[in-house]
């Protein structure tokens, strides 16, 4: 009896500590700054920012390798120091827009002007297409470069498939970025231009109104209105010539 009693409690306290915890769980996905980091487009924009991130380091960490005949440091990949630095040129101004993009995303709510949105929508899917072609050569090159090379290093081999595996997975990402963009877009109007001529419109239509009501329909108008009364020029008196002579 005191066994099953004992039991039952320890059940009572197990069931109420997992709803505790579900609650827990519950108020917690509830929270904003977790609602904000399960968005899609958050979720895609920090698997980019990351992307771009692990090739840039991949290719300055150990991009550059030495042979053991000699000190120079050359590209792992091919040897063209063109393919690295492309690789890190772009990881690293990629992971840059990728942080700009995510601020602009955070502080979106405590931004007002419509000009401003518009202007920020134009310019992520304006990137997000560049993005995705710059990743798109930049795989296509990367991968061309380490299938030529004659030399294969003992630190470098990671780093380059690294660079090569990471710049493939960074193109669906923008090209993702770049469709919800564009969405975002089409389903943004341009409200200021559209309060501009809604303004103007309804101006116009208080103006003619206005001016209709204030002049009269039925006005008397004296029938010489316009014709001013002058008075007539004095006519000279013609002198006749007489002939004296006749």
């Known amino acids: 009896m005191h066994l099953s009693r004992s039991r039952l409690v320890l059940e009572t306290e197990g069931i109420h500590r997992m ?4 609650s827990a769980l519950q108020d917690f996905s509830d929270n904003d700054l977790v609602q904000f980091f399960l968005r899609p487009q958050i979720i895609i924009r920090t698997l980019a920012g990351v992307f771009s991130l692990t090739v840039f380091a991949s290719l300055v960490n150990e ?9 120079e440091l050359h590209c792992v990949l091919n040897e063209n120091d063109a393919a690295c630095c492309y690789g890190i040129t772009v990881g690293a101004l990629s992971f840059f827009q990728s942080l700009l993009f995510l601020g602009f995303e955070i502080f979106d709510s405590t931004i007002t002007s419509h000009k401003f949105k518009y202007a920020v929508l134009v310019l992520d899917v304006t990137f997000s297409i560049i993005w995705t072609g710059l990743w798109s050569v930049g795989f296509c090159f990367l991968a061309h470069q ?4 004659t030399h294969h290093y003992l630190l470098g081999g990671s780093a380059a498939r690294a660079s090569i595996t990471f710049a493939f997975f960074s193109i669906p990402c923008w090209v993702y970025l770049a469709c919800l963009a564009l969405k975002n877009l089409w389903a943004e109007p341009p409200i200021p231009y559209k309060r501009s001529l809604d303004e103007g419109s309804v101006a116009l239509t208080t103006l003619s109104s206005s001016t209709a009501t204030s002049f009269p329909n039925n006005v008397g108008y004296p029938e010489n209105v316009g014709a001013a009364s002058y008075p007539p020029t004095p006519v000279p008196n013609r002198l006749t010539l007489m002939n004296t002579d006749a």
């Open 19 to 22: 709803r505790k915890a579900v």
């Open 63 to 71: 991009g550059y390798q030495n042979l053991v005949t000699s000190s």
């Open 146 to 149: 380490w299938n030529r090379s």
